[in-house]
């Protein structure tokens, strides 16, 4: 079973998390990458100098349910600091049905499709007032997405790699 | 400070042994002499000495036969042999009788000498070196084993107490049939379930998933019985009868487990049995697969969903009520009986639920049977599943 990784980028406003692989709370040799997910979120959080945090699950294969955890915490700060809930790209189809299982369209945006076509995406999903506002700030994000997806893969850094520069920076 | 090694040099040549005795001596050795083999032998069966130094050829007992006896009373000692006779014959006699080393006479430069018993003490050293450490290394591994075998003796002890909290395998009561399987990934569960009398009418039962598992989890199951158990002593004393509008059941369990900050939550199903107006009123929060209602004809899934108990402060929770048919069956499982499916894709899995849920009289060893669930490998995540039925 391939292990999971989680990695970030950032662009403008935003902040990407990118889950690919098995998410499990331990990878193979043990090493708790739930731990180092939750130490990444903390230390971003503590900054709070973007706008909105977009998940990207669409090279993931699985994910088990303390890491769904983690994500329903991103939602939750986003809501509480960034006055909207996080965005979910999600293509997997197993995925998609373990997110619909407990209900994420709820407290997530949710998008099934990996880039958006020109002009706009084919489906947006319905939400409350203010849709036409929600909907640019998705479809930028989602371009941001598929942005460094095709091009600037080097963009992702993995969030050990980012808790090792934040405590060489406080050090 | 180490005490320095001790050499015997068993040498016939008077010259020879001398200046051996001289140049060892002044190298940092402790030197012991000796002229012929039957002294040698003597000294060495008195002194024991790290090390020997012997002349093949010697008088009487040679140097062969002082090899040969040294090598069997005591094979851990370095023997480096001496000879006049460059001869390859003798060398591999002395190293086959158990010689470590092979020095040709005459010695022009001492430091063959010297360097060769350097070398076998240090690799006597090694050796000594790495007994010591496989020891320790044994003595550890059974100090390791006897943590974890105590570890494990605890933590069966709790898996006992949190097992007495589940209900009989199976129960009956106002004409449904409840029973259960569980199967869990390490000693304790992070799955629960329960079902229970609420009064002469109405039946409860819940099937839950804590996050994660393990012991962290396995204390959750314990907060949420008791929970579920204040809720239905609520009820008895005519204080609230929240237990029977599972919305509120699960808005209850959310806002305790919320406020606790465990850090974990979970998912559950929760079910109101009603006999006398044959509904059946759930609400499920995040559980996954959904449960599956056969009627005596068809089976179909039970899709209703809500956020998981536990995570968000602000979640609500539905109820839903159904009519009930004469006679069905109510399938309810955890996640973990997803992972133990062949299928690849989570649609095929789910199909292939639905299928085997297909008969009124199925019983929960054919479920566990048809399903593989106790296959011999230990399970990823706990495997839970609860059948309700009211027969024909």
């Known amino acids: 079973m391939e292990a999971g990784n989680v990695c970030y980028a950032r ?28 130490a990444f979120l903390d230390k971003l959080f503590q900054k709070k100098d973007f706008k909105n945090i977009l998940i990207d699950l669409t090279e993931a294969e699985s994910i088990d349910s303390t890491n769904l955890g983690l994500l329903a915490k991103i939602t939750q700060f986003t809501r509480q600091h960034c006055g909207d809930q996080a965005i979910i790209v999600s293509t997997n189809e197993d995925i998609n049905e373990t997110l619909d299982g407990v209900g994420f369209g709820q407290v997530f945006h949710i ?31 989602h371009r941001i997405l598929c942005d460094l997806n095709t091009k600037n893969r080097e963009a992702f850094k993995s969030v050990v790699h980012f808790l090792e520069l934040e405590a060489d920076g406080d050090s | 400070m180490d005490t320095p090694s001790r050499i015997l040099s068993i040498e016939d040549e008077d010259l020879v042994r001398q200046s051996m005795v001289a140049r060892l001596g002044m190298h940092g050795y402790e030197m012991i002499e000796a002229c012929d083999g039957r002294e040698g032998l003597e000294i060495f069966r008195r002194e024991k000495p790290d090390l020997v130094l012997c002349d093949l050829g010697l008088p009487e007992v040679d140097g062969f036969e002082v090899l040969e006896v040294i090598s069997r009373i005591s094979p851990d000692t370095p023997v480096i042999v001496v000879s006049g006779t460059a001869d390859l014959g003798d060398a591999m006699e002395a190293v086959k009788l158990g010689a470590c080393d ?22 006597v050293r090694l050796i000594r070196e790495n007994q010591e450490y496989r020891q320790h290394l044994e003595r550890t591994n059974k100090r390791l084993k006897e943590s ?36 869990t990934s390490t000693l304790l569960s992070g799955d629960f ?42 009820f008895r004393h ?40 044959r509904t059946m009123t759930f609400s499920n929060g995040g559980q996954f697969p959904p449960p599956i209602l056969f009627d005596g004809k068809n089976s179909r899934f039970i899709s209703d969903r809500n956020l998981p108990v536990g995570l968000f402060a602000e979640a609500e929770f539905e109820s839903c009520t159904l009519d009930l048919p004469d006679s069905f069956v109510l399938a309810l499982s955890s996640d973990g009986v997803l992972e133990v499916l062949a299928q690849e894709h989570m649609k095929d899995k ?39 039925k009211k027969g024909n």
């Open chain 2, 350 to 388: 789910e199909s292939f639920l639905l299928e085997k849920v297909h008969s009124l009289d199925i019983t929960i060893e054919q479920l566990v049977d048809v399903l593989g669930l106790e296959a011999s490998e230990a399970p990823i995540d706990d495997i839970t599943l609860l059948l309700a």
């Open chain 1, 111 to 141: 998008l099934h499709e990996a880039c958006p076509v020109d002009g706009g995406m084919s489906a947006i999903p319905d939400t409350h007032e203010g849709a036409a506002d929600l909907n640019a700030t998705m479809l930028q994000a």
């Open chain 2, 193 to 234: 379930l329960d079902y229970f009398q609420i009064d002469d009418k109405r039946v409860g039962f819940y099937i839950a998933d804590v996050s994660g598992h393990g012991v962290s989890s396995a204390f959750v199951t314990v907060v949420l019985k008791s929970l579920m158990n204040h809720l239905l002593d609520e």
């Open chain 2, 102 to 123: 092979f020095i040709a006479k005459p010695i022009f430069d001492m430091a063959v000498v010297t360097h060769a018993v350097d070398k076998a003490l240090e690799r």
């Open chain 2, 148 to 183: 974890i075998r105590l570890l494990e003796e605890d933590e069966t002890a709790a898996r006992h107490i949190q097992f007495q909290l589940l209900p009989e395998p199976h129960a009956r009561w106002n004409g449904f049939e409840f029973s259960h399987f569980l199967r």
């Open chain 1, 11 to 38: 662009q403008d406003d935003l902040v990407i998390v990118k889950l690919t692989g098995h998410i499990r709370y331990a990878t193979g040799d043990s090493f708790h990458l739930s731990t180092s997910v939750n």
């Open chain 2, 238 to 277: 005519s204080r609230s009868d929240a237990i029977l509008h599972p919305n509120q059941v699960l808005q209850f369990v959310n806002e305790d487990i919320v406020h606790r900050d465990f850090n974990k939550y979970l998912t559950m199903f929760y079910t109101v049995l009603d006999e006398e107006q």
